[in-house]
């Protein structure tokens, strides 16, 4: 069984449409399990009803026209269920239906399982015999997830349009997928799938109105595989057999025009474009390959994968087609780096997805900060087959909709002119300083990391940066940004804020965050090497970056600040110290009238926490990190979507460690602040206040919310509610409770979690 299961999948995987993979599943199905009938119903959802779609032993004629209701006969009643009905005599059941148009009623024993993804049901795969008989658990469990693969490709189907039943029962294309927010808002607009390069698995489907030059860009790139072929078989002569020599020979008949490359080309003039028209024909032989009985031959299927991998290089690296982005492009990758973020001309993007991450990775925060939607940890998203289809996102929801039907459009275009109506609304406080009705001060400061974040950050009323993500610049670098290159982006950066307070992290690479020249390769990367560690480890990087910064400053009327980022003990500290002592000591010898900055320390581990006391008597200031310091609090990984929901920073764990460090800061007489993401949500930024936490660092799309919660509640009020929190022992009862507090108080539109 297991053999068919994966000759099955290959088989399915590498169906042209979803009728071809119906009419293989049933064929496959009636084959391995030796039964006289296999069918499927799928779920109509327009109609709300059950259609006959495929089937085995029965009758043909019947496909797509017969319907049943979900509660009708045992197809309904394994609907009902939601799992396997398995009888011994199908006829005496009382949920038993007679159809006559089907003619099952010689069929006695009767295995129904139910088609499920994503907690929906698609479906019903069926098989039936005329003896009376119960199907075996073993036979139960190949159907089950023979029905787990189907409903993949339903999902598909459903997601780029392609899932077409008969007549009356045209199904409705708009499909929905979840994820996980990653940015708030809601974007309208056009998918455009980014893929990695040479891999036949991602290419999305895309299609050519210029046919003849697409297929001779795929010409061209297969005469350079065919060059690089006999370059590595000449290059081998002296080595190798005739034998093993003919091999290579072999590989060039395959790209004959009679064999892979004529099957492409037809499929070219079909109109599909080069890349995807490899890929097609490539997977649909590797699966014919891998699923023959000869061990021999399925190993061919490798043989051909990696021809077709080689041509679709070639094919790539010959396109100097630039990638088309259409107004309201909504980027779709299975994982985003910076360098995508940035592709996209600003007046032209709309939002984001990824299929992995969650909403407190890197890239969602990066998202957040240049104020786009997003989705993240949407695994089931088929991104190949999206690319060019039109697509909503809802960044609050962490919801992707797939051809949007015309309610949905006008619900959502409703949803985006509400926030804009409170964006509008929240203007007039942005000139105002944070004070509450009681007198209270708090700053509100922006987390940035490119310029475009500048203009932004001052129209919303930013009073400083707290935090400066330098390692953004480097992670679009090719290599390491010279000491000048630095010095030049980090004065542009101190010259636009001026004379605001300007806190730049040194170096934070590691976990989420990787450099292309400079990879960092681990079992553990949240709990390698990363941040401080890399940057003492590399002094060279660690001084220029330091020279680069006070340099910066030179001649500005600027306040600016150097963070360390990732500190477990104060040897690293007084380590980091020491080589910023030296930087401005050289500097000054230099002759360069330059102020030393105030040094502080990110508080993101555990350790760190409870160092706090001995950190703050070596620094200037204190920061934490509330991203990395839940995270490790938690032991959950921020960007796994599997534990996104145990990432919890209401968890009174975190709540009581951040109260520590602020008595630990103000004990010493330091100044404290906090960067995450905690900073940005007012309901959480209001137990801050109350703590006792002096700046507020956040993406500027939050500051006018949280300015307003904060302008609203007095500081009695927060510390009372404060007090109430650190009693609870549950992070859903605190967030549920702050929450309610905000929207006593008339805030209920800016609570964190808005509901549509």
Not at 709 to 715: E, K, P
Not at 747 to 755: D, K
Request: aromatic share 6%; charged share 25%.
């Amino acid at each position: 069984m297991l053999e068919v299961l994966r000759r099955v999948t290959q088989e399915v995987n590498a169906a042209p449409d979803l009728a071809s993979a119906l009419e293989i599943i049933v064929e496959r199905v009636q084959t391995a399990m030796n039964t006289q009938v296999c069918s499927v119903y799928l779920h109509d959802v327009e109609n709300n009803n059950l259609v006959f779609m495929a089937n085995r032993g029965l009758n043909p004629d019947a496909i797509g026209k017969v319907t049943l209701q979900l509660n009708e006969g045992l197809i309904g009643y394994v609907v009902e269920r939601a799992e396997p009905i398995n009888l011994e005599d199908a006829q005496s059941h009382p949920k038993n239906r007679y159809v006559p148009e089907i003619g099952e009623e010689e069929y006695h024993s009767f295995l129904g399982v139910p088609i499920i993804h994503s907690r929906k049901i698609l479906g019903v795969m069926v098989v039936q015999q005329k003896e009376r008989r119960r199907f075996d658990e073993s036979e139960e469990a190949f159907l089950v997830t023979l029905s787990a693969l189907l409903a993949g490709v339903i999902a598909n189907a459903r997601a780029t349009g392609l899932l077409s039943l008969p007549r009356s029962a045209r199904q409705s294309r708009s499909s929905t997928f979840k994820g996980k927010s990653g940015a708030p808002g809601v974007a309208i607009g056009t998918a455009v799938a980014i893929y990695p390069l040479a891999q036949l698995d991602n290419v999305p489907e895309r299609k050519t109105r210029n046919i003849e030059k697409e297929i001779a860009l795929y010409e061209q790139a297969v005469a350079l595989t065919r060059e690089e072929i006999r370059s590595i078989s000449q290059k081998l002569s002296d080595r190798l057999g005739q034998e093993e020599l003919d091999l290579f020979e072999a590989y060039l008949h395959i790209l004959d025009d009679a064999a892979i490359s004529g099957e492409v080309i037809e499929r070219i003039k079909l109109g599909q474009w080069a890349q995807s028209a490899l890929s097609k024909v490539i997977l649909e032989h590797v699966a014919m390959f891998q699923s023959m009985e000869d061990e021999y031959l399925r190993e061919r299927g490798s043989d051909v994968r990696d021809l077709g991998t080689r041509v679709l290089a070639s094919l790539q690296a010959s396109d100097s087609r630039k990638t088309r982005y259409p107004k309201a492009t909504i980027l779709v990758g299975e994982e985003l780096a910076p360098a995508d973020l940035a592709a996209v001309p600003r007046d032209r993007l709309a939002g984001f997805v990824s299929v992995k991450g969650s909403g407190n990775s890197h890239i969602a925060i990066l998202a957040e900060a240049m104020g786009v939607p997003t989705v993240m940890g949407a695994q089931e998203l088929p991104v190949k087959l999206v690319d060019g289809k039109p697509m909503i996102i809802d960044g609050f929801q962490g919801t992707i909709i797939t051809h949007p039907t015309n309610e949905q459009l006008v619900y959502y275009e409703n949803v985006i002119r509400e926030e804009e109506v409170l964006v509008e609304g929240l203007e007039e406080l942005k000139d105002q300083p944070c004070v509450t009705p009681d007198g209270h001060r708090t700053f509100l400061w922006v987390n940035t990391g490119l310029m475009t974040d500048v203009a932004r950050s001052l129209d919303r009323g930013a009073e400083g940066v707290g935090l400066y993500r330098t390692e953004v610049h480097f992670m679009m670098s090719e290599t390491f940004p010279t000491e000048e290159e630095q010095r030049i982006i980090y004065r542009e950066h101190l010259l636009a804020f001026a004379p605001r307070p300007v806190t730049m992290r040194t170096l934070d690479i590691g976990g989420d965050k990787a450099l292309p020249y400079f990879p960092i390769e681990e079992a553990n990367p949240f709990l390698g090497w990363r941040g401080i560690r890399v940057t003492l480890d590399h002094p060279e990087l660690f001084l220029a970056q330091i020279r680069a910064m006070i340099k910066a400053s030179c001649g500005i009327n600027s306040y600016m600040r150097i963070m360390l980022p990732m500190v477990s003990s104060v040897g690293e500290v007084d380590e980091a110290k020491r080589l910023i002592d030296q930087c401005y000591r050289e500097i000054t010898e230099e002759g360069m009238d330059v102020k030393m900055p105030d040094v502080g320390v990110m508080i993101e581990v555990p350790a760190a926490v409870y160092q706090a006391r001995d950190i703050i008597r070596r620094v200037d200031f204190l920061s934490v990190g509330s991203n990395d310091l839940v995270q490790y609090m938690l032991a959950v990984d921020r960007n796994n979507s599997r534990v996104a929901e145990l990432y919890q920073e209401f968890h009174p764990a975190v709540l009581h460690a951040l109260k520590y460090v602020v008595d630990c800061a103000h004990g010493e007489g330091k100044n404290l602040g906090i960067c995450g993401e905690m900073a940005g949500n007012p309901s959480a930024a209001l137990l801050l206040m109350a703590m006792g936490y002096d700046v507020l660092s956040m993406n500027s799309t939050n500051l006018l919310m949280v300015k307003k919660a904060l302008t609203t509640i007095t500081l009695s009020s927060a510390k009372k509610i404060l007090k109430n929190v650190l009693k609870m022992d549950s992070a859903d009862l605190i967030k549920d409770y702050v929450d309610e507090q905000l929207r006593a108080a008339g805030l209920g539109q800016i609570v964190r979690t808005r509901q549509y």
